[in-house]
């Protein structure tokens, strides 16, 4: 009898386990959806640099985030949720990374111009909501 129940016991314990990295791998979707909405807000609206005849919006001063010109920046993005290992050391990976080449030399800056940082901007407004998400209590379906 003893048997029996540990077994039932090992069944519950399992589902648990599958419960939870389905939960965390669900939490990390949210994430990566937040940090996409979040780089949408950080790339829109105005900027205060140079008004150039040939670009159709203001451009960004240095410091600020790039502003848009082609929007091209804004919607080139890979969103990607990774879900490794399995049973109990489970690793879920949420990010968002720009497929727009020229998004480093933005980023970084080059020689010729200065920085235009966005992606700190992008994880320090994404901050709380993602805080949120990963502190929120997990009631795993277990039934």
Known sequence: MAT?????????????????????????????????KTELEILAGTRNGVKYKSLPNRSSAPGEAPAAQSGKLRQEWDDITERQGNGHTSIVTSRITSTTPYAGYLEEGTERMAARPFVDKILEKAEPEILEIARAPYEPNIL
């Open 4 to 36: 029996s129940a540990g077994m039932k016991f090992a069944q519950y314990a399992e589902k648990i386990s599958d419960g939870m990295r389905d939960e965390l791998y669900r939490r990390g979707v949210q994430i990566t959806q937040v940090l996409r």
